[in-house]
């Protein structure tokens, strides 16, 4: 038995490791005995294969094998070889071409024509050919690699990740960017301007043994963007892993009747057109290796009673939110996750321009009495990309002290 590429021997338990173009071939004598056990098993007792006399008055001059006696080493090849363990035989053509007798030797050769890693799928072309080389039968296999019970994928590993933050020049980002910097992961850092603060926060964090680069990158522009994951990929040596939406306008507070669509504009590019260019531009990467996951900064008041004079900033952040579960539903099933985190009112630049007077009502509203903080955010940004949040997705967890429920 072999299996190889480029005489390169290859572990059959690694789906990941096959490729296009992936041979491997089992060899076989055929016996009375098959024969025999193979009549009883299916209870075809055809003359033409059991019937030595029989068989003598036809074209053939001898017993026939079974057609399907010799197909059925394509599933010895499928369930030993090629993928191997944990395979299921999905569909199967055959094209049944010359007979097999007893006493020939067939060899089973099996090579991939097609591979998807996100459906983990194959398309096997097969064959079946006898000592003289002559093809018997031919035609095409689809299998699907099993995930084995048990098998880890690297989401739900301790592992340094490859973290994407964006927005993170300062409050919330930065937060979080810090926070996963400090857990080990490698985390890049995007901003929309020129911002010193961006650059101060990548040094701090190298000079305490991290590992954090940052670049200029405008989340609404895709060659922007496209220009980022170059630069990630060159500076890590690896794809992003992960990606952490954060950028967003202040939020300036002006009553509805004072608003253009330029006021809406500013929001929709920035929060939700930066979603949809993340993820158009990331996600193909996280479903090759079926290990993704991708959050959006949210707010409480997407599903609750919105403030006033704000409906520019809250309709965008609705959008996000229904945009994140739509992206959990199509790509649950390849391995990527999507989920907002909402937070309430957060102590921020961004809540400068919102009077004293209303963060001290809200915050007596809140049953924990206190606004959050950044880091309160960070932690569960944490959590949902570490291996305790894996069975989460499609969600909007809100860390606001209790004030909506």
């Keep these: 038995m072999t299996y190889k590429r480029s005489e390169v021997k290859v572990s059959v338990l690694d789906f990941e490791k096959i490729k296009v173009g992936d041979y491997a071939e089992i060899v076989h004598v055929i016996t009375q005995d098959d024969v025999n056990i193979f009549a009883a098993l299916t209870g075809d007792f055809n003359p033409l294969h059991v019937d030595e006399d029989f068989a003598k008055k036809t074209l053939f001059r001898k017993p ?10 394509i599933s010895t090849m499928i369930g030993t070889l090629m993928p191997g363990c944990g395979a299921l035989w999905t569909s199967q ?26 459906t983990r799928m194959l398309v096997l072309g097969t064959e079946v050919v006898n000592q003289h080389n002559q093809v018997l039968v031919s035609g095409r296999s689809t299998v699907k690699a099993l995930e084995i019970k048990g098998e880890s994928l690297d989401m739900n590993s301790n592992k340094s990740r490859v973290i994407l933050v964006t927005g993170a ?25 020129t911002n010193p603060s961006a650059k101060e926060l990548v040094m701090s964090l190298n000079n305490q043994g991290f590992q954090a680069i940052e670049k200029c990158a405008n989340v609404a522009d895709e060659s922007d963007m496209r220009i980022l994951q170059t630069y990630i990929e060159e500076q890590f040596g690896a794809s992003v892993n992960d990606v952490i939406h954060c950028a967003a306008p202040t939020p300036i507070p002006m009553p509805f009747d004072s608003l253009t ?17 993340c993820a158009k531009i990331f996600i193909p990467k996280m479903v090759e290796s079926r290990d993704g996951s991708l959050i959006f900064i949210g707010s409480i008041f997407a599903d609750g009673v919105p403030p006033i004079h704000q409906s520019h900033y809250v ?3 609705a959008a996000l939110t229904a945009f994140s579960r739509s992206l959990a539903v199509e790509y649950g099933p390849k391995g990527v996750r999507s989920n907002v985190i909402a937070p309430g009112m957060t102590q921020t630049d961004m809540i400068s321009s919102i009077p004293d007077k209303t963060k001290m009502l809200t915050k007596m509203n809140t049953p924990l009495r206190k606004l959050a903080m950044p880091a309160d955010i960070a932690g569960v940004a944490e959590f949902l990309i570490g291996p305790k949040g894996s069975h989460i997705t499609g969600e909007s967890i809100r860390v606001c002290g209790g004030i909506v429920m």
Aim: net charge positive; proline share 1%.
């Design 64 to 73: 026939v094998v079974h057609g399907m006696l010799s197909a059925s080493f």
């Design 93 to 118: 053509t055959l094209d049944f071409l010359l007979p097999t007798y007893v006493g020939d030797t067939i060899t089973v050769k099996s090579v991939v024509l097609q591979k998807s890693t996100a």
């Design 261 to 277: 669509w330029g006021d809406y504009q500013a929001q929709i590019d920035v929060q939700l057109k930066g979603a949809f260019n």
């Design 169 to 193: 020049s300062r409050g919330i980002g930065a937060a979080i960017a810090t926070n996963l910097a400090q857990a080990g992961h490698k985390v890049a850092i995007s901003y929309s301007s």
């Design 315 to 317: 309709s965008t952040k």
